[in-house]
């Protein structure tokens, strides 16, 4: 399938940081066995009014799209939030989306905690160098 990743130009990521957030995606993909549907995933440089996202990431049923921010945050933190995100779209693709979905706590938001946590470690220990994933934010 055609799978989309956008990354916001007013992120400057360099090219090493959006192949490790697009290979990241593609592991998430196949670990949790929605690599076979279409979705999308955009990396953003904006949050708040009028944006899919209010706090550090969102999931559109509708639209099979994860929204990540992704401004002054490291690429593991910017990976989990992805890892989360997709989980949702796992639980969707499922038909485990239903009902009413806590902000905080619950089965879904539990789940999505977990299998973020999880998938970064399985990632990190993959391949030697996947630990790239864990580099610290560069200060000016």
């Known amino acids: 399938m055609a799978n989309k990743i956008y990354f916001s130009k007013k992120l400057n990521y360099d090219d090493d940081k959006c192949k490790t957030i697009c290979d990241f995606i593609n592991f998430c993909a196949e670990d949790l066995n929605v690599h076979e549907s279409e979705f999308e995933v955009y990396i953003e440089s904006l949050r708040g009014e009028n944006r899919p996202i209010v706090t550090t990431a969102a999931y559109s049923p509708a639209k099979k799209c994860c ?15 992805i890892a989360h995100e997709m989980t949702h779209m796992m639980q969707d693709l499922n038909g485990k989306l239903v009902g009413v979905i806590q902000d905080v706590g ?35």
Request: proline content about 0%; glycine content about 6%.
């Open 106 to 140: 619950g089965f879904h938001e539990d789940q999505a905690n977990a299998k973020a946590g999880e998938i970064i470690k399985k990632y990190a220990y993959s391949k030697d160098d996947r630990m790239k994933i864990y580099e610290s934010k560069k200060t000016v």
């Open 67 to 81: 929204y990540v921010f992704g401004k002054d945050r490291a690429t593991v933190d910017v990976c989990r939030s």
